[in-house]
């Protein structure tokens, strides 16, 4: 058996380096393939109020994933990495920021909070997922340290922690 020589970091570069950069043709095919079958599903939904409330609840279940994909592009223009101007970037974030209920400007100032003291323990609290030292698990009560390990359980923490993060808006 050959042996494989380990991967260092400097030999992924090449391969990352065509999607370090904002690609406007890409970036427009996103939205495109993100709005068109939105406002499409809003105006199917809207008209299927005719035939039967189900039936517009089940395309309304439709459009909501595809408002959590415009959130998606919300944020990646909230870090200016989707198209090559921050002018571009900001305006589809607005306009994302009004059907998605989460006014961009805000949300942009707080994220970038987030991403200045993520993973800093002496610095929590701006959309962070509660995190205790050692010390603070072993200083807590015994209710504390059950609510903890309930809150961090994988079936609990990814729902729980995505709905919180949506309301920290500190």
């Known amino acids: 058996m050959s042996q ?58 439709v459009a909501a994933l595809f408002l959590v994909r415009l959130f998606i592009l919300q944020h990646d223009v909230g870090h200016g990495s989707f198209f090559p101007r921050r002018w571009a970037n900001d305006l589809l974030g607005f306009l994302s920021g009004v059907l998605t209920l989460v006014p961009y400007h805000y949300w942009q100032a707080s994220h970038a909070r987030h991403h200045a003291t993520s993973g800093n323990l002496d610095k929590r609290g701006v959309g962070d997922i509660h995190t205790m030292t050692v010390k603070e698990y072993l200083e807590a009560t015994p209710w504390e340290r059950f609510k903890y390990r309930v809150y961090r359980n994988p079936f609990v923490m990814f729902p729980v922690s995505h709905w919180r993060s949506l309301g920290s808006f500190r």
Request: glycine share 0%; net charge positive; charged share 20%.
């Open 4 to 61: 494989r020589t380990p991967v260092e970091p400097k030999d992924w570069i090449p391969l990352i380096k065509p999607y370090a950069k904002p690609n406007l043709w890409r970036s427009l095919r996103q939205v495109a393939n993100t709005a068109v079958p939105l406002f499409t599903v809003f105006v199917l939904a809207h008209k299927a109020l005719e035939v039967s409330l189900a039936l517009t609840l089940l395309l309304d279940l």
